[in-house]
Each structure stands twice: as structure tokens, then as C-alpha cells.
């Protein structure tokens, strides 16, 4: 049980830095953020984001056999993704 929540909780860790390399920081999107195109392409970070922290989950779930890294990886998606949209819903307003 040790080794699969060790990895679990590597899978949670690593899936939110992988966030970090397609998406900006919240301060960069609330006080930047106003361009027209910045929430599509937040979004879009969020979909890539989020389908890497799935398939890391999913590959080490099926190398440990256990359920446990997918699960931490979707509760991790849907925290970042959270914070994404809180980000783009607390923009300064120009």
C-alpha cells in the first residue's frame, strides 16, 4: 500500500507542475490577462494540462495496478483546473 500512495502522490505532484508549462501564472492572467484571446488560451492550457495529468495517472495506476494515482490525478485536474477559472473570473477590469 506504501509504494501507491508514494506514487499517487508523485502523480498529484507532477500533474500540477506540468500545469507550469502550458499555463501562465495567476498573477500573470488576473493582472495581464485582458486580451480577447487569453481565456480561449487558458483554456486550451487547461485541456493539455489536464490530459497529460490523466495519462500520467492512468500509466502509472496500470504500473502499480492500483486505482489510486488516477484518482489523486483527477482530484488534482479538477483543483488546477478550479484555480484557472477562479484566475480568469478575478481579472482586473480594464
Known sequence: MNKEII????????SAHA???FEPSIFT?????????TTQAIRDGEIMGSVFAL??????SALTESY???IFAVGTVVFMVSIYE????TREQT
Do not use: D, K
Open 86 to 89: 477562479w484566475a480568469l473570473q
Open 29 to 37: 492572467i488576473r493582472t495581464f490577462g485582458h486580451e480577447p484571446t
Open 7 to 14: 506514487m499517487a502522490a508523485f502523480v498529484a505532484v507532477e
Open 55 to 60: 495519462a500520467l495517472g492512468g500509466i502509472v
Open 19 to 21: 500545469y507550469s508549462a
Open 68 to 70: 489510486l494515482p488516477l
